[in-house]
């Protein structure tokens, strides 16, 4: 007995040819392949638990990019950033950062460098680097 599925899919020939491609492609990684496979398997007719056996993923994990794609699309199907690790710098240390440089030159003479901030300021020349992008961005270096 066929289980029903309360969700229906039915792709247009120019985003079939696009999966397709996808999965043809050697850049697309493993993860968007299978996601790309739940698609196809789902729009050729086949049930959430018979593709989620047949690609060796839970049901859940087939209604959920079923799902993602009925929302978003094929851009759907693609890892969203991620925000990573939160920042060690507090609002304090980078606002130091940023102060630190402004209207002072180094004891060397010349330029600030990354490096000679991140001793003159006691951190690593990563957290700098992260520091001043940001800051250029905003336009206040």
């Known amino acids: 007995m066929?289980?029903?599925?309360?969700?229906?899919?039915?792709?247009t020939d120019l985003d079939r040819e696009r999966l397709n491609r996808w999965l043809q492609s050697s850049k697309a990684s493993k993860r968007v392949?299978?996601?790309?496979?739940?698609?196809?398997?789902?729009?050729r007719g086949k049930s959430a638990t018979e593709v989620a056996n047949s690609l060796g993923v839970s049901v859940a994990l087939v209604y959920r990019w079923v799902s993602r794609y009925r929302e978003k699309g094929l851009g759907g199907l693609r890892d969203c950033p991620r925000s990573g690790r939160p920042s060690k710098l507090s609002e304090q240390e980078i606002e130091?950062?940023?102060?630190?440089?402004?209207g002072k030159s180094p004891s060397h003479g010349g330029t600030w460098s990354i490096r000679s901030v991140a001793r003159y300021v006691g951190v690593s020349k990563w957290q700098?680097?992260?520091?001043w992008k940001k800051a250029i961005l905003a336009g206040r270096i």
């Open 2 to 11: 066929k289980e029903k599925c309360w969700i229906k899919i039915s792709l």
């Open 33 to 43: 392949a299978v996601r790309v496979r739940i698609i196809l398997d789902f729009d």
């Open 96 to 102: 130091r950062i940023v102060r630190s440089v402004m």
């Open 128 to 131: 700098v680097e992260k520091v």
